[in-house]
């Protein structure tokens, strides 16, 4: 790598931090021909998402649907003996792909001649950062820093990680399968994990304390999932509070406590923890500068991601919702343009949502629940794929395809999606939003035949037809 | 607490001004409305006046800064004791760190012309992108991202403009078609063109003058920019005549000198301050000449008021402070109050309002010298008066030439309101005034 034995004292523009926001910045202002200098504690960049987040997550998930579509693949006809799995070959070829992304980053830093700082960063002052690397600290004067240190996972008060009870970070790491295997919290990422760890062999139970999973997602499609996870999860328990957690020698004993307050326990071999995650906006010496937190933490920020000392920017999870890479990708463009002096703004119409569970969730812009909530007046085509022939040549029949414009100008003003591949889908939806379309715009648009893009023709058809 | 300062309200119709000093620093104790800084405005330098007594404790701005008003420009701590100032002055007023040349093999243009260097760490960020604009999801406007971009690069506000596609969605057509109907309004001045000045607006592209030797360029300041604006509209738009006449001062100077012999220095009596009363008199007698034109109503404005404006020669430019209601008012109340006018403006102290309003105006150049000019009418007034040297000339006296002191007046009018004549009988009433002030008293 690029570390440097005289780290150097004066940067042109300074990255703190190396996950999807802090790369994406980096090589786009280098591109842009600024001098960069990016500050990340891992050999390679890659942050949360790579080395434990995204990726590594839809390794896990990608044996998930082998092993499921194996197994479902006796209703047609075709039966495979009961999958072994070795789980140690498995890690290692999560690890490998982990490996081989992060990596490529890493040559591009040198490639791109980028100074890499291998350290944890902290403002000294407005215009100097402190550096802590394995050789010492030194201090680093910039004329501008795009900060993106991203989040981490919350975890209950009073509870720490350990062998069985796991973040997502532990559970990523995948050190074996346990039989049973308790998720606490609803929200997109225990439900991931809690798929995959179905999928190789746990029983799984999931407790959540609100009425549904996924809270503020539409609820079209979270029934859509639900009535899948039914059948792969043990026990969905919903209004339910975790009341006890204890580690014992033979597991995690567990007490519930549902609306009516009524205690039930249970114990399981591991535990996973996913009720959120929260900025990292901690030990950065942010109070050395103007810089300024909102409410929940978040860094504040404007139209160019920046902060209360103009020449310094926040994007990505510490920059406020949603914690989504591909949001941080949007802001590190704005971010390094408005470096360069250009006049970019961070204005999308849409960030796309996914959630890559079998089936998939995916939507952006307005949700259905959200116009109901404002008294937003929409005007919705929701397809069942049920109709759709490339869903039914797959052996599925579950998945749908929701619209929703705006009833005057038919504009799109969101869109939702439940279903294989609904992930892939959603990119369709999130360019028309940004183009501006309107329904006759999609239902004119010639889809493939046949494909399960076609459902978001047939559900313009159902508001526009020629 | 550090409490804001703000750029008050300092007129009517001024939005901003340019920071033209600074005057305290960080860590200056200041009393209660001492100045802090002075800002040039459309009409006027201002002082801005500490709001309360205390320390400074940052500033906000730099000098040749424009700030709208209202903007918070300094940060003080009140309270008598000063406080040691929290902010190191160097993290306010940085040494402008140079960026640095990066000597990268191939730095991608990232714009049509040359790439522009990265502003330097805390440089003021005139970005020219309204940020108040920036909206997200479904505030966005219905335009493509490159269309929004194509906006924001003309400085257009796309939520202004009317999409024709479906459902009202903006295309670069719509972007385009906003910009060619802004400017049609600006080259028919149905709009103004914001900060600039219309009267440049018919300016033919200069040559190279680098060509023929070394130039220095120097922006306008504002009262040099409002002068173009002003006299270039004038010029282009009212047909105007000037007429010369001369009146004999001699007695009236012999008055004046006299009367200056026992006046304390406040109430010199200037030949000024007679020829507002005398003027003033006149647009009495002659009320077409205190006027205003509406030609788009098709009316003729006639003020019941009288305020004559006088020309002031100061090093920043010239400036028209008015003396209010001078119909009213006695010459030696004209004089002292002509008297602490023209100081105020030359040390720039007056205030926009002080030059609001003027009905006619005086431009006296006599103390300079020359023998006649041509005013230029200061629209929408209707009529100007210039004066040039007096001297002393043979006159025929009915037997003989005697030496009379003379002194020489040029009356420009707009000759859409005002006709030959009149204008010819307006300078002579103010000839005879001046000869014969009896006249005053007998017409006035």
Redesign the interface.
């Known amino acids: 790598m690029s570390e440097q034995n005289t780290p150097p004292t004066?940067t042109?523009?300074v990255i703190v931090g190396g996950g999807p926001g802090g790369y994406h910045a980096a090589f786009k202002a280098a591109?842009?021909?600024?001098?960069v200098t990016i500050v990340d504690p891992e050999a390679n960049p890659g942050g949360v998402c790579l080395h434990r987040g995204c990726i590594p997550s839809k390794a896990l998930l990608h044996v998930a649907k082998l092993v499921s579509e194996a197994r479902e693949a006796a209703e047609i006809g075709v039966e495979f003996a009961a999958p072994k799995i070795d789980v140690d070959k498995v890690r290692a070829w999560k690890d490998e792909v982990v490996g081989k992304l992060t990596g490529a980053l890493g040559q591009k830093v040198v490639k791109e001649?980028l100074t890499h700082l291998r350290g944890m960063a902290r403002f000294k002052?407005?215009?100097t950062l402190t550096v802590l690397t394995d050789d010492g600290e030194s201090e680093l004067a910039?004329?501008?820093a795009i900060v993106a240190t991203g989040s981490r996972p919350i975890m209950l008060p009073g509870v720490a990680t350990g062998d069985r009870i796991l973040d997502s970070t532990g559970a990523l790491e995948l050190a074996d399968v346990p039989a049973s295997l308790l998720v606490v919290g609803g929200g997109y990422i225990g439900l991931e994990l809690g798929s995959a760890y179905a999928a190789l062999g746990s029983t799984v139970s999931v407790v959540e304390m609100t009425n549904g999973l996924l809270p503020g997602c539409d609820r079209d499609l979270v029934s859509t999932l639900k009535r899948r996870l039914d059948k792969k999860f043990d026990k969905i328990m919903l209004n339910t509070k975790l009341a006890e957690m204890k580690e014992t020698d033979r597991g995690v004993a567990v007490a519930f406590e549902d609306k009516k307050g009524e205690r039930t326990e249970q114990t399981f071999d591991k535990v996973l923890v996913s009720i959120g995650r929260r900025p990292n906006t901690e030990n950065l010496g942010l109070e050395n500068t103007k810089i300024e937190l909102d409410e929940k933490g978040f860094v504040k920020v404007?139209?160019?991601r920046?902060t209360a000392e103009?020449?310094v920017f926040a994007i990505g999870d510490i920059a406020g919702e949603p914690m989504l890479a591909h949001k941080a990708y949007g802001e590190a463009d704005v971010a390094a343009?408005?470096?360069?002096?250009?006049?970019a703004?961070?204005?999308?119409?849409?960030i796309p949502a996914v959630v890559f569970t079998d089936p998939e969730i995916a939507w952006c812009?307005?949700t259905e629940t959200e116009a109901r909530a404002q008294k937003?007046k929409i005007k919705t085509a929701k397809l069942p794929w049920r109709g759709n022939g490339r869903t039914l040549t797959l052996g599925r029949d579950d998945g749908i395809t929701k619209l929703i414009v705006?009833p005057?100008?038919?504009?799109l003003?969101g869109m939702a999606v439940a279903g294989p591949g609904a992930g892939e889908l959603i990119a369709e939806g999130v360019l028309a939003l940004?183009?501006?379309a309107?329904s006759?715009?999609l239902r004119r648009t010639i889809h493939p035949h046949p494909t399960l893009s076609e459902t978001v023709y047939d559900a313009a058809g159902m508001l526009y037809e020629p | 607490m550090a409490q804001d300062i703000l750029v008050p309200e300092v007129s009517d119709g001024v939005t901003e001004g340019t920071v033209i000093s600074v005057v305290v620093a960080v860590g200056d104790t200041v009393e209660v409305d001492q100045t802090l800084l002075e800002l040039e405005t459309d009409k006027a330098v201002v002082a801005l006046p500490a709001p309360f007594a205390g320390v400074i404790t940052e500033i906000k701005v730099a000098e040749g800064d424009t700030v709208p008003i209202g903007a918070v420009v300094m940060l003080g701590e009140p309270g008598g004791a000063a406080a040691p100032a929290p902010a190191a002055p160097a993290?306010t007023l940085?040494a402008p760190?140079a960026?640095?040349p990066?000597p990268?093999p191939e730095?991608?243009p990232?714009?049509p012309a040359a790439?522009?260097?990265?502003?330097?760490?805390?440089a003021p960020?005139d970005?020219?992108?309204d940020?108040?604009?920036?909206?997200?999801?479904?505030q966005?406007?219905?335009?493509?991202?490159s269309i929004?971009r194509l906006a924001?690069?003309l400085g257009v506000d796309i939520h202004q403009v009317q999409?024709t596609?479906?459902?009202?969605?903006?295309g670069e057509d719509d972007v385009r078609a906003f910009v060619r109907a802004a400017l049609g309004q600006i080259r028919s001045g149905a709009a103004s063109p914001g900060g600039e000045f219309a009267g440049l607006h018919a300016q033919r592209p200069l040559p190279d003058f680098t060509k023929w030797g070394g130039v220095t360029v120097e922006p306008l300041s504002k009262v040099r920019q409002i002068t173009a604006d002003a006299m270039s509209y004038a010029w282009s738009t009212v047909p105007m005549v000037t007429q010369h006449d001369k009146a004999d001062i001699t007695d009236l100077e012999t008055f004046r000198r006299n009367f200056n012999l026992k006046a304390p220095d406040t109430a010199k009596l200037t030949m000024t301050a007679i020829l507002i009363k005398v003027c003033a008199a006149a647009l009495r007698a002659f009320p077409q000449f205190n006027t205003s034109l509406d030609l788009a109503r098709k009316e003729l404005i006639f003020k019941n008021y009288i305020h004559v404006g006088v020309a002031v020669d100061t090093p920043g430019g010239l400036l028209v402070p008015v003396v209010r209601d001078a119909d009213t008012k006695g010459i030696e109340q004209l004089a002292v109050e002509l008297n602490e006018l023209a100081a105020k403006t030359r040390e720039r102290r007056v205030s926009p309002a002080d030059m609001e309003g003027g009905t006619f105006t005086i431009s006296n150049l006599g103390g300079i010298g020359g023998t006649a000019f041509d005013p230029i009418v200061y629209a929408p007034q209707v009529a100007i008066l210039g004066v040039s040297r007096s001297a002393l000339q043979p006159v025929w006296g009915g037997t003989d030439f005697v030496p009379r002191n003379v002194m020489p007046l040029s009356l420009t009018y707009d000759h859409r309101v005002i006709d030959g004549a009149i204008g010819a009988r307006f300078l002579r009433w103010i000839c005879a005034a001046l000869e014969e002030p009896i006249n005053l008293a007998m017409k006035g």
């Open positions: 004066k042109q523009l591109a842009l021909g600024l001098e001649k002052d407005a215009h910039f004329e501008q404007d139209g160019q920046r103009p020449h343009e408005a470096a360069a002096g250009r006049k703004v961070y204005e999308p119409r849409a812009g307005l937003i705006d005057e100008s038919d504009r003003l940004e183009m501006a309107v006759e715009d | 993290e940085p760190a960026p640095e990066t990268r730095p991608l990232p714009s790439a522009p260097p990265p502003p330097p760490a805390d960020f970005q020219a992108v940020l108040g604009a920036v909206r997200g999801g479904d966005v406007a219905p335009a493509a991202p929004r924001r690069d999409g596609g479906p459902g009202g969605r903006i």
